[in-house]
């Protein structure tokens, strides 16, 4: 079956090009790459949780999936490629090799009661639990009263950087801000 060929909107500002994608998702790269990236036809191939830019086309003779952050850093064995940031940041400064390991620490894992990653309600103690994982294992940071779910994220953010470095996935906590009162 012949899919038709998609030709795809570029959108170029400065030293990044935006191409447009299907599924109105659109990908950034380095404008240095786009000659390169430019000869296929790329669209938006959902995951589960994400979305990347892929193509078809013939690599060693046969018809394979690419996905654009691996043809941009030449990647054709079985490494990992991290984005620091969203999947479809395709700049050279935000994809970097590693293990499956320092990949996992820059997922957004949040399930469960908190807004935050890392923190969960404990319905029986009344109070909110942080808590981190290395090497499949739970590490307890603490617990926070009913009002203090911030602190629980600031604790995880706290350790992450700890164990993690750059690959730590930060909770975004709201700064308190004073406002004062007029009487």
């Avoid at 959108?11 to 950034?28: F, M, R, V, W, Y």
């Avoid at 309600?121 to 109070?127: E, I, P, S, T, V």
Wanted: hydrophobic share 40%.
């Amino acid at each position: 079956m012949n899919k038709k060929k998609v030709n795809n909107y570029i959108i170029i500002n400065g030293e990044i090009a935006g191409i447009e994608l299907t599924q109105s998702k659109t990908t950034i790269i380095d404008i240095e790459d786009l000659p390169r990236v430019l000869k296929h036809s790329w669209h938006a191939f959902k995951t589960k949780n994400s979305f990347y830019a892929m193509s078809r086309f013939n690599v060693n003779g046969k018809q394979k999936n690419v996905l654009l952050h691996r043809f941009l850093l030449n990647v054709t064995d079985r490494k990992i490629i991290d984005h620091k940031s969203g999947t479809l940041d395709n700049r050279k400064c935000n994809l970097r090799i590693c293990n499956h390991s320092q990949n996992a620490m820059n997922m957004i894992s949040k399930t469960g009661s908190s807004k935050y990653k890392g923190v969960h309600w404990n319905k029986l103690a009344k109070k909110w639990v942080a808590y981190i994982m290395l090497d499949s294992k739970k590490i307890h940071l603490g617990y926070f009263d009913k009002d203090k779910e911030n602190e629980a994220g600031k604790a995880y953010n706290k350790k992450a950087i700890e164990l993690f470095g750059e690959f730590a996935k930060l909770n975004i906590i709201p700064k308190a801000i004073d406002v004062p009162l007029f009487v």
